[in-house]
C-alpha cells in the first residue's frame, strides 16, 4: 500500500471536505479505497494464521464507509478524514473483541484491540468474567508484549463503584472500566517506515489473549 498517496489524499479531504472536491477526485479516492482494501485483506490473511476466528471475512464487510453521519453531530462535514478497517468473530458488526486498524495522517494512526463500551448485558458478564478469574486477567495486561505495545488496558471508567462490588475488591480498578482497550498509536513517520506493518501484526498478536478473555462474555 502507498501510504504517502492516501495521507496526501485524507489531507487534502481534510481542508475540502465537501462534495464538489470529493466528487473531482473521485478517482483518487477510488485508488485509496482499493490501497486499503489490500491493505485489509492482507491483514486478514497474517490474522487468520493465529486467529481462526477471521477467517472468511471479506475487506469490502471489514472497512468502515468514508461517508459521516452528520444526522445527530454538530460536525456536518460529509467525509471522515481517515481509513478504518476493523475485524472479529462474526464480522465487525458483532461487538465482539477483535482487532481495529486505524491510518490518518498528522499523527492519528493507530491499532487497537478490545471492547467499546460493550451492551450492558456484556459488560456485566466482562465484570464478572475479570472479578472470578482476576489473576488470569492481570497476567494478560501484565505480559511483556502487551506491556511493550500498549503500556497498560484503558478505556472509560466509572466514577463510583460499579454496582455489586465494593472498594474492598481487589479487581476494582479493572471493574470500573465501560470499555476495555488496547491501544497504540503511531506516527505519520512510523506508518510510512518500512517496518510499520510488522509491527501491526506482533501487537495484533499481543492484544490477542486480551481479546480471547472478553470473548468469553458473547
Partial sequence: MDYKNTFAFLLELKKNNNKE?????????????????????????????????????????????????VRFGKDKSPYKTNMGGAMAAGGRKSGKAGYYLHLEPSGGS????????PEPDVLKKVRQEIDYNFKEFSAIIAHKDFKKHFGQLTGDKLVTVPKGYDTANPAIHLLKHKSFLAWKKYTDKEVLDTGFFNDVMAACKAMKPLDDFLNRAF
Avoid at 477467517?55 to 472497512?63: A, F, M, S, V
Avoid at 493507530?110 to 463500551?117: E, Q
Fill in 21 to 69: 472536491w470529493f466528487d473531482a477526485n473521485k478517482k483518487r479516492y477510488e485508488a485509496v479505497k482499493k490501497d486499503f482494501a489490500g491493505l485489509i485483506e492482507t491483514w486478514i490473511k497474517e490474522v487468520g494464521k493465529f486467529d481462526e476466528t477471521v477467517h472468511g471475512l471479506e475487506p469490502k464487510n471489514c472497512i468502515f464507509r468514508i461517508n459521516r453521519d
Fill in 110 to 117: 493507530f491499532i487497537a484491540g478490545g471492547v467499546h463500551t
